[in-house]
């Protein structure tokens, strides 16, 4: 079982909505960093939101105020509420779960694609 799942992407239109979930499995969720990360073809891939084990949340400047990251401790999951959806958030989402530095534990999901039509 992969350590992190994601699930949820698809199709919006601009300024539509979208929710993608994170699935975890194993000890380690509540000990852990997550974060959501985008790969748009062509491009890199960028932050779009963190959540820390303490829930301090970070988000690119790009998505703030439209995205919402929050996670269930008692369910393994970490979640990525997409509001008011761009064409230019069409990308891969990853999901992502790390510890805190030095990064004993670092895994990525295999991502979901997120198409946002204009």
């Known amino acids: 079982q992969a350590p992190v799942a994601e699930s949820g992407g698809g199709w919006a239109e601009a300024g539509g909505s979208l929710r993608l979930s994170c699935a975890a499995s194993?000890?380690?969720?509540?000990?852990?960093?997550m974060g959501w990360y985008r790969q748009a073809p062509g491009k890199q891939r960028e932050l779009v939101a963190t959540?820390?084990?303490?829930?301090?949340?970070n988000y690119a400047d790009s998505v703030k105020g439209r995205f919402t990251i929050s996670r269930d401790n008692a369910k393994n999951t970490v979640s990525l509420e997409m509001n008011s959806l761009k064409p230019e958030d069409t990308a891969v989402y990853y999901c992502n779960m790390k510890s805190s530095p030095p990064y004993v534990w670092n895994y990525w999901g295999q991502g979901t694609q997120v198409t946002v039509s204009s």
């Open positions: 959540i820390t084990s303490g829930t301090s949340t």
């Open positions: 194993g000890r380690l969720f509540s000990r852990s960093n």
